[in-house]
Every structure is written in C-alpha cells, then in structure tokens.
T-cell receptor, first 117, second 108 residues
Framework: DSGVTQTPKHLITATGQRVTLRCSPRSGDLSVYWYQQSLDQGLQFLIQYYNGEERAKGNILERFSAQQFPDLHSELNLSSLELGDSALYFC????????????????FGEGSRLTVL | SQQGEEDPQALSIQEGENATMNCSYKTSINNLQWYRQNSGRGLVHLILIRSNEREKHSGRLRVTLDTSKKSSSLLITASRAADTASYFCATVLNDMRFGAGTRLTVKP
C-alpha cells in the first residue's frame, strides 16, 4: 500500500460527459502528479501541483483541468469526453518540491480506470 | 511528450537468467529513476540514481548511468517469475517524465 488513494477505481461514461477523479496523497506529501496511461502505453505526464500551486504542466488537454486543495487532495476534471480519453489515470505524490535537484521517489495510487463509450 | 525511451520494448527470459533494460533520454537530468508496474497496477519505485553517480546497486538490481551518452541501464540478476512486469525509466529535471517501458516476461 503506497498510501496514495484514488477514487473511483473504475468509471464508465459516455462521450461528451464530464468526470472528476480524486486523489489523496500520502500523509505529509506536498507534491501531487497526474499521469495518463493508455492501453499498453507509457505514462504521459499531465500536471503537477505543489502545496496548492501548479508547478509543471505536461501534455494536458484544454478539456482537462486539475487543482490541489488546501487539505492537499487533488482532483482531475475531464470534460467533453472522447473515446480516446479512455485510459488509466494515475496520481502520485512525493515529499520533495518538484523542481531541479529535489524530486525523489514518487508514490503511486492504484489508478482510476476510465472507459468512455 | 515522453522523455525516456526504453529498449527493448519486450524481453522474454528464463528464470535464473539476467535481464538488461536500457533507457535513453534527450535532455539534461537531475536524477533518473526506475519503476516497476505489474499489469494494470500502480507503479512502484525501484531505484534512483543521481546525475553525478555512475552506478548503484539495490539487492538484485544494478543501475548504471552515462550522462555523456544520455543513457541508463537496469540489470536484474538471477531473475524470478515474480519479476514479470513492465519496467519504466523516469527522468527528473523540472518534472518527472516516463518512457514507454520494457515488458519483461520471466518464464519458470
């Protein structure tokens, strides 16, 4: 158990809909990362937050948005869903401030599997 | 976009053999990390090597880093069926980017 909790574990929805994925980081971790993993693919970095502020942005579509709340949990919002958005969405957390020399080990949740029909 | 690229994409070996996976990357890094993923599960951190280090060991794992060639390798010695998983390298600069992974199958 990594200590990172993601909900829901599975989600099935239709094209055009909107969903929210939730992540609770490990106790004490200030950084939260979101990744997308399509079938049999690597992980695409979406976005990173540190202590409530956006710190780095990757290949996140404009239809997607995220935020980190004062209690450090994070939500990833996916809207106007398309078939190609079907994927595993991972959240990971770390203690380190994700800049330059300080990013160490990431702790991953078990992911939220999104299926868009 | 992904930073690291693992090679080979897939590797199948017998139990007891060694498995070597390679990772190439394109930009400067502060550190490079290797992770393991069992099918459909979350990734688990294996080992971290800093940019000023050349080799690191952890149990049956040996990682090397050549910053001049922008490459790293992960060696798993005396492999076991339980090592069957996908292995990813991740490069760290201002964020953490993963490669596409190597799918390792260890046959009993």
């Amino acid at each position: 158990d990594s200590g990172v909790t993601q909900t829901p574990k599975h989600l099935i929805t239709a094209t055009g809909q909107r969903v929210t994925l939730r992540c609770s980081p490990r106790s004490g971790d200030l950084s939260v990362y979101w990744y997308q993993q399509s079938l049999d693919q690597g992980l695409q970095f979406l976005i990173q937050y540190y202590n409530g502020e956006e710190r780095a942005k990757g290949n996140i579509l404009e239809r997607f948005s995220a935020q980190q709340f004062p209690d450090l949990h994070s939500e990833l919002n996916l809207s106007s869903l398309e078939l190609g958005d079907s994927a595993l969405y991972f959240c990971a957390s770390s203690v380190d401030y994700g800049q330059t020399a300080n990013t160490g080990e990431l702790f991953f949740g078990e992911g939220s599997r999104l299926t868009v029909l | 976009s992904q930073q690291g690229e693992e090679d080979p994409q897939a590797l199948s070996i017998q139990e007891g053999e060694n498995a070597t996976m390679n990772c190439s990357y394109k930009t400067s890094i502060n550190n490079l990390q290797w992770y393991r993923q069992n099918s459909g599960r979350g990734l688990v951190h294996l080992i971290l090597i800093r940019s000023n280090e050349r080799e690191k060991h952890s149990g049956r794992l040996r990682v090397t880093l050549d910053t001049s060639k922008k490459s790293s390798s992960l060696l798993i010695t005396a492999s076991r069926a339980a090592d069957t998983a996908s292995y990813f390298c991740a490069t760290v600069l201002n964020d953490m980017r993963f490669g596409a992974g190597t799918r390792l199958t260890v046959k009993p």
